[in-house]
């Protein structure tokens, strides 16, 4: 579970910085870039998302000694997943391709149900 939770680690890195990289573009593409009328807001809105949950992943999985830890080894891998279904739909969807756009719904549930299985990591938490 180590190991995995060094690569959600990275993972969560990685979200960061690629959406640092989305905000760039949703504030300096033209206008013409975007689906009309809100496409540049819900790729804002996609990478703060990303952003958010890339920092959690990184905080998070430094929890491991003293959080439970198969319960936040499957609360993390859902917010990853749950950030990729949610974030890159969302993104692509402001930029006006539309085909992943179902897939948004199920990655804001996924990512929801990922944070009540966080919190309860703290329940079962190891003794320090």
Request: hydrophobic fraction near 55%; charged fraction near 10%; glycine fraction near 10%.
């Amino acid at each position: 579970m180590c190991k995995i939770l060094h690569y959600l680690f990275a993972l969560g890195a990685l979200y960061a910085g690629l959406a640092v990289a989305t905000q760039a573009l949703a504030t300096h593409l033209p206008d013409a870039a975007f689906l009309p009328p809100q496409g540049r807001s819900m790729v804002q809105k996609a990478a703060d998302i990303a952003l958010w949950h890339g920092i959690a992943l990184c905080a998070l999985t430094l929890g491991v000694t003293r959080l439970h830890p198969l319960r936040l080894t499957i609360g993390c891998l859902g917010l990853a997943l749950g950030t990729t279904f949610f974030s890159i739909p969302v993104a692509l969807h402001g930029f006006g391709y539309l085909l992943l756009a179902r897939l948004a719904p199920l990655g804001g549930s996924m990512i929801i149900l990922s944070w009540l299985c966080v919190a309860s990591s703290a329940l079962g938490q190891k003794k320090p």
